[in-house]
């Protein structure tokens, strides 16, 4: 009989770290389908450790109770709270500033925390909230923002690049903008520097539609009369 519970258990210890491994599985094949740094080995790694050790933290509260003299009251998922903070300074590591101040990696970051939480959601044994949580987040990374893009919606439906172009005489800076602006892209911000060789930096945050590649947008700018150099960054 104890033979037949001890089976039982490991069964059930076995089908909870398949789950885990098939949902976060299915977390890190989107972001590798992405290149992104969090891909298919680190989903699977957290997803299945983050399983184990609430399996450990829930078992271990029941198979150690105390003793006769002392009685010792264990939280069952104590090292499910610590996997929930810890997770973060790994997360952290993929968030990245660029040298123009935007921030990417935060998508990943949460995937990452994410894929911690499905694995503790499968260890402590809800299957269904573990699966239906799965499949949220690849809805809400994969179809959400193509939905929205159909809205309309200008800037849901464009790409935020950076233009630093050299100019050898100020006076067709105003000119150039207005080229730039003719050929749909939008100009949210201008900066203008003096260089000490004599040229003007003119440093502009601009959008343009997703669907135009970078090396599109760069071809049709860098063809604009008056621009001794051209350099886009997005």
């Given at each position: ?56 933290s ?7 109770p105390?003793?006769?003299f ?20 790994l997360?952290?590591g ?19 925390w ?35 893009s ?19 005489n100020?006076?067709f ?5 207005n ?25 502009l ?8 590649s970078?090396p599109?947008?760069?071809y ?15």
């Open positions: 009989m104890i033979e037949t519970m001890l089976n039982s258990i490991d069964m059930d210890i076995l089908m909870k770290l398949l789950i885990s491994a098939v949902l976060g599985l299915t977390i890190g094949l989107e972001r590798e389908l992405k290149r992104k740094p969090f891909g298919l080995k680190t989903s699977l790694v957290i997803s299945i450790v983050s399983c184990l050790l609430t399996i450990v829930i078992e271990s509260a029941y198979l150690f105390g003793s006769e002392i009685n010792i009251q264990m939280d069952p998922l104590r090292l499910a709270a610590q996997i929930v903070s810890g997770i973060g300074f997360g952290a993929v968030i990245l500033r660029r040298e123009d101040d935007t921030i990417t990696g935060l998508t990943t970051a949460a995937m990452v994410g894929a911690a939480g499905i694995g503790i959601a499968t260890g402590a044994g809800f299957y269904v909230a573990a699966i239906m949580g799965a499949v949220l987040i690849i809805i809400s990374v994969e179809l959400i923002p193509f939905l929205i159909l809205l309309g919606f200008w800037k849901l439906r464009s790409k935020e690049l950076t233009l630093r172009l050299i100019l050898k100020r006076e800076i105003g000119e150039v903008i080229k730039i602006e003719e050929d749909n892209i939008k100009i949210e911000n201008v900066r203008i520097k003096d260089l000490r060789d004599g040229s003007y930096l003119v440093d945050k601009v959008r343009a539609n997703y669907k135009k970078t599109d947008i760069y049709g700018v860098s063809k604009i009369d008056n621009i001794y150099s051209t350099e886009i960054d997005g």
